[in-house]
């Protein structure tokens, strides 16, 4: 007897879409049934006309534990991500202090306890104590993190030799490293920055030849080293270009965010340029458009948010220069509408944003055997989508202590009425209706 049957809903793999009843139990789905077939259950939940999608798994996202919980914190960034379908956040290592050590993983870990509202998986930071890579791996996180430019100098790798001497340690090794593409040369020289400090000084600082020299180091190294790679968020016409040509050279993946397939430079001229503001920083019309044809053409394979909020009071202080308003903005909430919105364009389809948002994700960071799918064995975390609903995002349901969305006041098609986390249901009709139901992850491959 299953603990519960969905049943009338068609499911969304990355491979395509089929109509199917699920049977779930002990927290995972045990069958996928043909539509009607009789089974028992302790409970049935009809979801006739419905979309069926694995809950998806943000691979970027900055929680703010420890150190700048007045940001977010673990409560209210899992919220966050569970009211908008997100059953799995993989946690960045940026926080106060960075989680570079042994002892500061496993106390985030210990902190997250009960506290979290979906699943977490953890990422590090790699400093230039390569000597803890031993203890930090036996933690199993779901990734080491290597940083190119604008860091602090303890994380920072600057150079093609700095870079290809780190990945060298992760040739045998069965594990990730995400690396965040930049020059540090580049960023140093931008005198224009340093005068000015308006907008286009901070754009020149971080052009897309940096983003384009960046990651063609990172798939060069990976390359020689033997090691598997994750370049972070791209945005440049040249980036994409760059990585088209080269991709193939290395185990590497790529991401971008949703933002980057919106928004323009144009718009840090607006009332909410504050709430825009983040590295790599938007750029212009032509680079979105290319940005938005790698994401059709499959080129790009996941799509994360970077969710990096900050206070209200934050945002709204005055600086002296655009770069120094602090960089980031929230995207967990609004991570499944977004990816609505490009099914709406035509731009992909529902198992794209599977496969982006879910199977990819999940696969590459370790967790692809529980996570990233409908299927038998596979973790119940199950997202029920009323496709031909309407859905409005808006600034008042935002869960995250920043308190707005550069989307606020999209309308888009779908309406997220049930989300299950390994066969709980942690959302109804947009309440969080079963808090607390998280735990941590780690890699296991």
Known sequence: MFDLLIAGGTVV???GEARADLGIAGGRISAVLKPGEVVSARETLDVSGCHLLPGLVDAHAHLREPGL??????????????????????????DEPWTATPEQLQAKMASAGNRIHVDVGFQVALSQDLNLLDRLEALAPVSFELFTADVPP????????????ALRQFSDRKTMVGISPGDQSILMGSTERDRRGDVAAFLASRPPMSEAFGIARAV?????ADAGIHV????????VQTWSRLRDMADATVETTPQNLFFTADGYATPQGA?????????AQEDVDALREAVASGIIDIIATDHAPHSVAEKAARYSAFADIPGGMPGLQTLLQTMLRLV???????ADVVRMCSRNPATRFGLGRRK??????????????????QSRIANAEQASRAGYTPFDGWTVGGRLDHVFLRGTQIVRQGILASPGQGLIVKRES
């Open 13 to 15: 793999n990355a491979e």
């Open 69 to 94: 919980t007045h940001k977010e914190d673990f409560d209210s960034g899992t919220r966050a991500a569970a009211l908008g379908g997100v059953t799995t956040v993989l946690d960045m290592p940026t």
């Open 154 to 165: 303890p994380f920072l790798f600057p150079t093609m030799d700095a870079v290809a001497a």
């Open 220 to 224: 060069l190294a990976a390359a020689g």
């Open 232 to 239: 972070r968020q791209i945005n440049a016409a040249l980036g």
């Open 275 to 283: 709430n825009l503001k983040a590295s790599p920083p938007f750029r």
């Open 344 to 350: 709406d364009q035509r731009l992909i389809g529902l």
């Open 372 to 389: 990233g799918a409908i299927a038998a064995g596979y973790d119940a975390d199950l997202l029920v989508l009323a496709r031909r609903q």
